[in-house]
């Protein structure tokens, strides 16, 4: 095929489970695994793949091993910690890994060194575009590796996107990701506060939506979230508060390791940890908007 014949998946959710079908539906052999052994074997039996909640088994069937985890701390316990660090052990030398979760940069990049010391080589490859577009395989996706790395994985990631953007070296996908997440969840905090100030003075916050919708205060958020999620009370983009909470601390905490002073983003990181620990991580994170105005 591309070198690349046998995939292990390892983290069958919500994104999970699409991404690993339209690279099942794409040609490739699909190993998948997951900590719930349930939703492995659910998932095999679908899409005419295998299961195992074997580690070393799934190093040992796989040319590459893709992880779709909640972030790189269980990335790392997948491929170094579990079961005695059974699946590097048993990945053969020349392998590849995708870590393709929103992850710590600077954890990447120390992750990425451990694997060399096995002759694993790790490329980073969050995602963008949520469970809609990981179903129909039009994710962007943000790759960080070094060249040769990312030429070889490009038509693995090229079946779960239509957008892929090489961003630079190791740990520049999950920067890319992180930093994209903390532009978004600034937008959705100010567009919030916006309509809350409108609101109090007497505007009507649809008829604000739809002024800033064709003007300069347009944004992703007040163009398909606010009036779609917030001022309906549907309340269902799909993406968890915990989430996005996640990203924002991530851009966050890379600014203050590269000493790069971000005060915006630390007071966006303050407003989405307490709405996170005052509603729950789980709730969907327009719901924020709801907190906020609370407050």
């Known amino acids: 095929m591309d070198g690349i014949a ?3 998946f390892i983290g069958m959710g919500n994104m999970g489970v699409p991404m690993a079908a339209n690279l099942a539906r ?4 699909v190993t998948a695994h997951d900590i719930a052994a349930g939703r492995a074997e659910s998932f095999a039996s679908a899409h005419n793949a295998r299961a195992t909640a074997s580690l070393a088994a799934l190093g040992q069937g796989s040319d590459l091993v893709i992880t779709m985890l909640p972030s790189g701390r269980e990335v790392r316990q997948a491929l170094l910690e579990a079961d005695g660090g059974a699946l590097a052990r048993n990945l053969t030398p020349g392998a590849y890994v995708i870590d393709m979760s929103s992850a710590d940069p600077v954890g990447t990049r120390r992750l990425g060194a451990e694997l060399a010391a096995h002759k694993i080589e790790l490329v980073d490859a969050p995602v963008s575009g949520g469970v809609p577009r990981a179903k129909d395989g039009t994710l962007a996706i943000m790759i960080g590796g070094n060249t040769e790395a990312v030429r070889a994985v490009k038509p693995v990631l090229a079946k779960m996107g239509s ?5 630079g070296g190791l740990g520049c996908g999950h920067a890319m ?5 903390f532009l978004a969840g600034t937008s959705f905090a100010a567009a919030s506060e916006a309509l809350r100030v409108g609101r109090t003075f007497g505007l009507d916050p649809a008829v604000m939506i739809d002024v800033i919708n064709v003007s300069t205060g347009r944004s992703f958020p007040t163009d398909l979230v606010i009036k779609q999620h917030v001022l309906s009370g549907t309340f269902a983009t799909g993406f968890a508060l915990g989430l996005l909470a996640k990203d924002v601390r991530i851009a966050a905490d890379l600014a203050s390791q590269i000493g790069t002073d971000a005060p915006i983003g630390r007071m966006i990181c303050d407003l989405w940890a307490q709405a996170r620990d005052s509603i729950g991580p789980e709730q969907d994170h327009s719901r924020a908007a709801e907190y906020w105005d609370r407050k």
């Open 6 to 8: 046998r995939i292990g």
């Open 177 to 181: 990701k992180a930093l994209n997440n």
């Open 26 to 29: 794409g040609g490739y052999a």
């Open 163 to 167: 957008k892929l953007f090489e961003v």
